[in-house]
């Protein structure tokens, strides 16, 4: 008796992910999964055959490791963009918006994902705050995390970025990891910085990937401590050009890509793992192991068995495309089913948090200087760590003066979630203002109110403009708000279209040209970045200028 299946696609280019290399073949789908492949005719018959004989198929391609909040728009809304680019599964750790809204926001993210065909596999934020000193809107430890894993959605727990807790074994950090591994589920790693040494306290524990490569010797040590390795393509982690030149046949099976953190209109300008794979193949990988490291690789990084190959078994999830070598996606299969225009009639969920609670003033930004020899953070254009600088700044009447010939200005974190008062104060170089202030509440990863300008006024007039409008970022100049992004989902995402987020985003970009010099980097997702003291070097949090390797606060006055 004939076996009958709901498609054959035949003489397709097929990407064999095992041998890394395309060969003829056919694909027998069933019920959303590949039942069977080859010439299978005379004992399976199909109700509908494709014929592919001109296109290449390859699995769909998987993000290792994202932050959907960082494309500031919700999870249903980014699938409308990554879908038909490719993307078919994404491991997300929605630790910004578990910083702010705790288990409530976890569970948001995973209903409004619900509505989309993406498989949005959540990796459960581990650090939550990501450091015991800083001020955040929630806090989850083990027991808060434990029934989370109940939810099908849940693969894992995500980046561990306290190393200190791990290295001293701490118990709420070690019960997280070990819940993660008692449920046969993958723990991922973040090695900012780390040495070799550091990193085998990591293996010890049982972390076993990292996505914080920025170059040739951290991508060294990472293999030779055994860690499988997310090589980076964001908004500003612009990592994939320092590092892809190490890939290898001989070591291709360690890596995948991931994006981190990516707006939404850089996704829309240049792709999202589809942009990956394509840059990978122009510094030299082949097609076929880009095409892998994109998929089978990331499955099995994350331990999912039935993902990422074009082979029984498998989830039917397989890109079209015409030519391998410029990564153009002809059409999109999503558990055997091919992506409609249907499929994206979804409206984002509704958040009903307030998350703006403070009562900073304009007196609040006095900074006094003993001396004019001051700690100053220096951005590092499209990277998310920063400089230590060390600058002579002017000081009129014992206060700092916004130094434009020089571009040092002053910046400001203030504690939203509880009205706690709690604020600190730094100097910032390498945004090239000359007029105005630019405010947010997209600062990694407390996700607190931050702010930075050429004088107090516009500065507080941005805090004042994004509080008005629950969250967001804003662009002021002397005189007047010249755009204002809202992010009414705990101030972090827009609940507006991705059409129509794109149009917010870059209208605070275009306003942001109105008042600074050139520059080659993304002022927002730099600016959200200088608040998270777990990156190298100095970083500003609500409580004051922290250095990352002293472990320590400092003064800003040296």
């Known amino acids: ?17 095992f041998t890394r290399s395309f060969e003829k073949n056919t694909l027998w789908i069933k019920n959303g999964k590949i039942v069977a492949t080859g010439n299978q005719f005379n004992t399976i018959q199909a109700k509908t055959i494709i014929n592919a004989s001109d296109k290449y198929i390859v699995p769909g391609f998987i993000d290792s490791h994202v932050h959907i909040e960082s494309s500031l728009v919700a999870p249903s809304e980014l699938a409308k963009v990554i879908l038909p680019m490719g993307t078919t599964s994404i491991f997300t750790d929605p630790h910004e918006i578990a910083n ?158 991931c994006t981190d953190d990516k707006f939404i209109n850089t996704i829309i300008e240049e792709g999202g793992i589809n942009f990956a794979i394509k840059l990978a193949i122009q510094y030299g990988v082949k097609p076929e192991t880009a095409y892998t490291m994109a998929s089978y690789n990331a499955a099995m990084a994350h331990k999912i068995d039935d993902l990422g190959a074009l082979s029984t078994g498998y989830k039917a999830d397989l890109v079209f495309i015409n030519n391998p070598k410029a990564v153009d996606v002809n059409k999109v299969m999503k558990d055997g089913k091919f992506i409609q225009e249907n ?10 948090s307030n998350t703006m609670n403070h009562h900073f003033t304009k007196a609040d930004l006095k900074l006094e200087l003993s001396n004019d020899e001051c700690n100053v953070i220096g951005i590092c254009p499209n990277h998310i760590e920063t400089k230590h600088l060390i600058k002579k700044v002017p000081i009129e009447n014992g206060e700092f003066k916004a130094d434009l010939k020089n571009d040092v200005l002053k910046m400001v974190d203030v504690e939203r979630h509880h009205n706690s008062g709690t604020y600190g104060l730094a100097l910032v170089s390498g945004f090239k203002l000359n007029e105005g202030a630019v405010a947010t509440t997209v600062a990694h990863d407390s996700h607190n109110l931050l702010a930075f300008g050429t004088s107090d006024d516009a500065i507080y007039r941005a805090i004042e403009e994004v509080t008005k409008v629950g969250g967001g970022i804003s662009v002021v100049d002397d005189e007047k708000t010249l755009a204002t992004m809202p992010l009414k989902i705990a101030g972090l995402m827009s609940d507006k279209s991705w059409q129509k987020a794109s149009e917010d985003l870059s209208a605070i970009t275009n306003a942001y040209k109105k008042i600074s010099n050139d520059i080659d980097f993304n002022p927002f997702i730099t600016l959200s970045f200088l608040s998270l003291p777990v990156i190298p070097t100095i970083k500003l949090t609500n409580r004051g200028l922290y250095d990352f390797e002293q472990q320590k606060f400092i003064n800003i006055a040296r």
């Open 100 to 257: 702010v809204s705790g288990v409530d926001g976890i569970k948001y993210m995973i209903e409004d994902a619900r509505q989309t065909p993406l498989d949005v596999f959540v990796m459960l934020p581990s650090s939550v705050p990501c450091t015991p000193f800083e001020d955040n809107g929630a806090t989850l430890k083990a027991k808060d995390l434990h029934p989370l894993y109940k939810f099908p959605e849940v693969k894992g727990l995500a980046e561990v970025m306290d190393y200190p807790a791990v290295e001293k074994r701490d118990t709420d950090i070690m019960e997280k990891i070990n819940d993660a591994l008692n449920h046969h589920l993958q723990v991922d790693g973040h090695g900012a910085g780390m040495n070799r040494e550091q990193l085998d306290v990591y293996r010890q524990a049982e972390i076993s990937t990292d996505h914080e490569c920025t170059d040739l010797q951290g991508i060294n040590d990472r293999l030779a401590e055994g860690f499988k390795v997310f090589l980076r393509e964001g908004t500003v982690e612009r990592d994939l050009q320092n590092t892809i030149q190490i890939v290898n046949e001989g070591n291709a099976q360690r890596f995948s890509f």
């Open 343 to 352: 499929d994206f009639e979804t409206k984002t969920l509704n958040f009903q």
């Open 1 to 17: 008796m004939m076996e009958k299946v709901d498609l054959c696609i035949t003489n397709g280019n097929v990407l064999n992910v």
